[in-house]
């Protein structure tokens, strides 16, 4: 057995026949001058020395630092071969001395004439791209890549490998299409057509295969930064699987490119959005979030929205886009106002900084998860719902026709609970003061007064809230009464009326700010006196059914969110905490501003919603005599028409209630009616606001044309339109590195100034105009690329020099050669022992990991370790906890899922060896494959062994290889045959029992030779 370790070249080498070429500005200086020059001499207007900008051609010149075929008279080469440490450029401090050779460039460059170029990526892609006709050997080329690629190759002077074998092409692609080994079946099919349309026989079945769209899926998931927790300190979950499963569809059913792009940026902006559409934004809100004490809801939002930015410029543009949050980009033409102005198209929902501690519920804006009838259901109850409140307001309607000929008496109903404090002991900070009448209450600030018999308010029922209140300060957010836990802490999920700067706020909140009800009541109530305050509530779920009285008149308010659709009760099945615990309480909450030095009497809660009239009379004030308010009395005490309907009324929003209840939710993007403000920051600080912008993309790509609106979706519709010089770039440019193992472009995250130029310019162009003429089709590029001569070639190249000479295989002159990823890693082991559980879609699971990782981590989680099924499935489900997040993958050079990630590294380390050899999910796999063999072939160990070689390695074992696996087999039984604990140890490693009638010595034995195997070049590596 040998470890192969692939050297990865940090750079393209420099062209075997760079000498004899014109030097290109783009190729041969714009790296130079963008690594030694730019960041003091670029785009960058707050960090530019001696204003000059080496970026732009006219200011060189102007300058006099570049005289174009003058080497004497450009001050460039005098500062470069000076030996004035204060004058020689770059500065020594930089620590980035040009070489000898890099000096030597530059003087070539300005006697060829200093041209420049634009940078190749922002270019726009051209309409048509030649395909190269000339190259030999001609009949080498399968389709157009080769031709390009041939091209270089013959300019280079090398020569094509040899193609791979036939059954390691059918390994190769059925790895890259569907992460899984090809079956030995689905070998001896492939290896026994012998037809013209073999190949294609075998792309239909791949990409009809379920295991298609997870594969494809799996690397988007780092993209994303795809996660089952917010990450930070309590790390709570998401729940946000339900978008991993629609990104597997997405690929299954082969979405354009161009619509998962637009989807996954404003696809709830689309006419008539379905919910797929709706639910592909959430890719926006994967962000991790914070709810820990003591963060500010303003600064993390603003985060939230810098990592929107970031990931667009990654995922889509590949820019780094962050690098311009606090100063123009120092490297490529993006300024700090541009990075602002795209920000403000991503910044327009109604979120919150911070998600909830104490309820398990998503962050608004959401998306309803309707499954089975529940959709029909809930549709059926609103209409029912509609139906009912167009009746009353009908009754009500003809009511007021007939004048009512005298004063109504008014009897206020019993409430359902009174607190008088006459009886208070003094507890904590609050104390008996004297009241109106008898004893109030006083509060510190600190201590809350619990209500605990008091009803529990909900949002389809009706209810009142009374009390007399005496603020003795001003201060924001003052909490008089609340039915919650907390405020940012639990997303102010609740009942709250709380006093700002004296200023009655009443709320009902499920999830704040985008599902909640809330109103401001007007004037400041007086310091040092009483006043009387009442709520109203109609059980509507609208503001308008919320009314404010102060001193039994109704205060005109102002509607600040009128968005309630689910309960702001907390319930114990949503998986709230203490969810039984909380009730009304009086005076402070949790982590809040307290009522200080206010008083209380006389809290009263009403199961009813008070008529103006009975609120007037408990507020001891004279009655209304308008006609409206007299009208609203007689229906509701005295007209039984009108009584019975509301009954029914209540009825059906109590029923509409409980079905919303069970309905899941996910986080998505839902543009608010409004424009919210964006300003440019200062140095990226939250609390630093510049000029405000307006929405607008980088125009240094591409201008937002006209006819695009100016919000996310005229962004996503930028993002795939015709002229956007990077976008299909990007995309095709991943698509290929999914492949080879490294982009035509190395860095996937980086087309700027600072990132590698292509190896292939010309190859990347046409790829993204045939993807864009192609309708952005991603299994018909996957097919392009798989099928050329290129991707077919053997992986051991004509020319074993090309190891040193182009160790990073930039000219294409062999087949892709690298590690497996570590899902692929865990896939193949479960698939060829048969273990792999094909279920698509649902759930994370908790596959093997070590105990204690999650406590240790710190966010109070204890793992719970699935069973049966989940511990077998694929691993693109395993639950991904950001703050400790799966040791397999991370040995494996799987990210933390923290940020968008274009490319993993690829490392090889011997914890990797370890994991393939005692991880107990590799073990299991291996001990129950060797049982199969033992029981497929009792007597025959040579077929047992050629069959686990092929299923591992899609080759048959030659005899050097099959004597060295039979000798390997051979020492493990002798060793397991003389240990019989050794044995039952080893066997009952994983939870699939050992079958009762097969030889546990022999499966043993196998076992170990798979074990050998699993960590054999030939099966970690793709080749």
Known sequence: MRWFLVLVSLSAPPSLAAAEKPLSFNRDIRPLLSDRCFSCHGPDSAARKADLRLDHRDNAISAGVIV?????????????????????????????????????????????????????????????????????????????????????????????????SRELWLRRVTFDLTGLPPTIEELDAYLADSSADADERVFRRLFQSPAYGERMANDWLDVARFADTFGYQADRDTHTWPWRDWVIRAFQQNLSYRDFVVWQTAGDMLPNATRDQKLATAFNRLHRQTNEGGSIEAEFRAEYVADRVRTNGTAFLGLTFECARCHDHKYDPITQRDYYSLSAMLNNIDEHGLYSHFTETAPTPTLFLYEGDQEQRHLAVLEQVRAAEAKVSEIRAAASETPIAAAPQVEVPQPAFRETFDELKPSGDYRPVEGRRGLAIEFGGDDQFACREAPVLRRAAPFTVSLWVKPGEYQPRQIVVHQSQAAEDSAFRGFSLVLDNGVVEVSLVHFWPGNAIKTRGGEPLPLNEWSHVAITYDGSSRADGLTIYVNGRPRSSEIVRDRLFRDFRHRSEWGDSNAEGVRLALGARFRDVGFRNGAVDDFEVYSVCLTPLEVAKIAEVDLPTDEAARLEHALARSNETFQNATVELQKLRNDEDEVVSAVRQIMTMQELPWRRQTHLLKRGAYDAPGDEVAPDVPASILPLPDD????????????????????????????????????????????????????????????????????????????????????????????????????????????????????????????????????????????????????????????????????????????????SPPPTMLTFDAPTREYCLAARERTSSPLQALVLLNDPQFVEAARVLGANLVREQPNDLPASLTRLFRELTAKTPSPQQLELLTAIYNEQHARFANDSAATEAFLKVGETPHPENIDRVRTAAMAQVVLALFSYDECVMKR
Not at 101 to 114: F, H, S, T, V, Y
Not at 115 to 139: K, R
Not at 803 to 827: K, V
Request: glycine share 6%; charged share 25%; net charge neutral.
């Open 708 to 883: 695009l609106p100016r919000n996310r979706l005229g962004y996503a519709q930028w993002l795939v339109h015709d002229r956007n010089p990077l976008t299909a770039r990007v995309a095709v440019n991943r698509y290929w590195a999914l492949f080879f193992g490294r982009g035509l472009v190395p860095n996937l995250e980086d087309f700027g100034s600072q990132g590698m130029p292509p190896s292939h310019p010309e190859l990347l162009d046409w790829l993204a105009r045939w993807f864009m003429d192609h309708n952005w089709d991603v299994q018909q590029l996957c097919r392009l690329i798989a099928d050329s001569a290129t991707y077919r070639q053997s992986s051991v190249p004509a020319d074993r020099t090309l190891y040193e000479t182009d160790p990073a295989n930039s000219f294409l002159a062999r087949g892709p050669r690298h590690r497996l990823s570590a899902e692929q890693l865990r896939d193949n082991a479960l698939a060829v022992s048969g273990l792999l559980v094909a279920k698509v879609g649902g759930p994370s699971v908790y596959p093997y990991q070590p105990e204690g990782l999650w406590e240790e981590s710190g966010t109070g989680k204890k793992y719970q370790q699935s069973t049966g099924e989940g511990l077998y499935r694929r691993s693109l489900y395993t639950f991904w906890r950001r703050t």
């Open 68 to 164: 174009p075929g003058d080497v004497a008279a450009s001050s460039l080469v005098e500062r470069i071969f000076s030996d004035d440490a204060e004058l020689v450029m770059p500065p020594p401090e930089l620590n980035k001395p040009l070489t000898a050779k890099e000096k030597e460039l530059l003087k070539r460059w300005i006697q060829e004439g200093a041209e420049y170029q634009p940078h190749w990526a922002f270019v726009p892609i051209p309409a048509t791209v030649d395909v190269p006709a000339d190259g030999s050997p001609a009949a080498w080329v399968r389709n157009p890549i080769d031709a390009f690629v041939l091209r270089r190759l013959n300019d280079e002077g090398v020569t094509p490998a040899p193609p791979a």
